[in-house]
């Protein structure tokens, strides 16, 4: 039981090394029982080792202490579950420890297998994810999301479709992409391990570009067609599920099709009243009071209960709270007298350029820049160093200037670099 001592030893180490990231992992047994099922405590060393960014073969045996032969065949079995990510450009292989949500979390329920126990993994998942607010707190502490709402593009009127932007379009988004690959939904096969299947679609988790690569070449998927793609897309339109894609205008990584009684996204609306959790589209619903019957089907067909009906029976109207409403677009159909129509807002949808523009945002908003520049764990002066530098950044004027649109990220590259 060496691995529990010392503050759960090992584990802890690894916790703390996942919590330096934007999206963080903060302290729960249920995190720990996930951790000790997934990473061997091997694994988990050199998981504790890694930096925040990415690394080459010879950085993590500097790092560890260990040699190339030894430490290779350990990365790829940790690749292999997702643990971490591995990418090849120019003949240079570079690593990266996979985060928990948008990482080795999701990686673990892609596909249906016997090498590590996914029925415990849901409970202490489930519990962790769906019932703790500190981690739910740590995952959307910001108004920078990992995933924003999609508009389900034939709810659109003709006259607003000019509004829709190329990174808003499922259909420019397949088109545009290197590569498409599908998997299984993480959460609804978590849910299922848990007994509590929703019966929505199953095979429907859609990666693109570089993320359906890494997926498709560790088995964690299977690669499909542009025309396979748009398929998927339109099943989920009609099970009434909400697409949330990359939070990112250039090559996203991901679009989800969730339901609100699974996603974890869509739950930290439902039970947290995170309103922030999930960036919403460019649209609104709108409901025509004078066309109105108050049949209720649209609020039914809310994933996040953003409408509802008030006033008196048989003479209610349909409501929506601005607040809480994405955007998506899945309430539309439902109503057969056209009452409801998905209008332009008015405020703007900032959205981030790229993935690494996203993370650095996430970071000042967090409080964790300073661990991209200062994130050897193991260093004193770095520890002292990441102190100061969060104190810094924490101060308004400071986190304002990083956060304005003047502070552009090629700055933020030349703090890093």
């Not at 008015?346 to 690494?356: F, G, N, Q, S």
Request: proline share 5%; glycine share 8%.
């Amino acid at each position: 039981m060496g691995h529990l001592r010392n503050g759960q030893g090992v584990y802890g180490k690894l916790q703390k090394r996942l919590d330096a990231y934007p999206i963080g992992a903060p302290a729960a047994p249920a995190l720990y029982e996930i951790l000790k099922r997934l990473f061997s405590e091997k694994e988990a060393f050199v998981a504790s080792k890694m930096p925040v960014r990415f690394v080459d073969l010879k950085g993590i045996a500097k790092r560890t202490g260990m040699k190339g032969p030894e430490l290779l065949p350990l990365l790829e079995t940790m690749a292999g579950k997702g643990l971490v990510m591995d990418f090849t450009r120019d003949g240079k292989t570079r690593y990266i420890l996979s985060p928990t949500l948008l990482g080795f979390f999701e990686f673990a329920f892609m596909r249906v297998r016997d090498d590590i126990p996914q029925k415990e993994l849901a409970h202490f998942m489930v519990e962790y994810v769906h019932e703790s607010p500190e981690f739910v707190r740590s995952i959307f502490a910001g108004k920078v999301q990992p995933g924003r709402a999609l508009v389900h593009e034939g709810t659109v009127e003709t006259e607003d479709l000019p509004r829709v932007l190329d990174y808003d379009r499922a259909t420019q988004l397949i088109d545009k992409a290197r590569l498409c690959a599908v998997s299984l939904c993480y959460c609804r096969h978590v849910m299922e391990h848990e007994g509590k299947p929703c019966g929505k679609p199953m095979e429907v988790c859609t990666t693109f570009n570089g993320g359906a690569d890494f997926l498709v070449r560790r088995g964690l998927a299977r690669k499909i067609s542009k025309e396979e793609a748009r398929d998927i897309f339109a099943a989920t339109r009609e099970a009434g599920l909400v697409h949330i894609v990359d939070n990112v205008k250039k090559k996203p990584a991901f679009v989800c099709h969730c339901c609100g009684c699974c996603c974890g996204m869509l739950t930290a609306i439902n039970r947290f009243k995170m309103f922030d959790a999930v960036v919403t589209s460019t649209f609104l619903a709108a409901v025509d009071a004078g066309i109105c019957t108050g049949c209720g089907l649209c609020a039914k067909k809310c994933p996040i209960g953003a409408i509802e009906v008030l006033g008196e029976e048989k003479k209610g109207k349909a409501v929506v709270d601005e607040r809480a409403c994405l955007g998506c677009g899945v309430c539309k159909p439902a109503c057969a007298k056209e009452a409801l129509r998905m209008a332009p807002r008015k405020e703007k949808v900032l959205v981030p350029e790229d993935a690494w523009h996203r993370t650095v945002l996430m970071a000042i908003e967090r409080g964790k820049y300073q661990n991209f520049i200062f994130g050897d764990l193991d260093r004193l002066d770095h520890s002292a160093l990441r102190a100061v530098t969060r104190i810094l950044i924490s101060l308004p004027p400071v986190k304002k200037a990083l956060l304005a649109k003047q502070v552009d990220s090629q700055y933020l590259q030349a703090l890093l670099d």
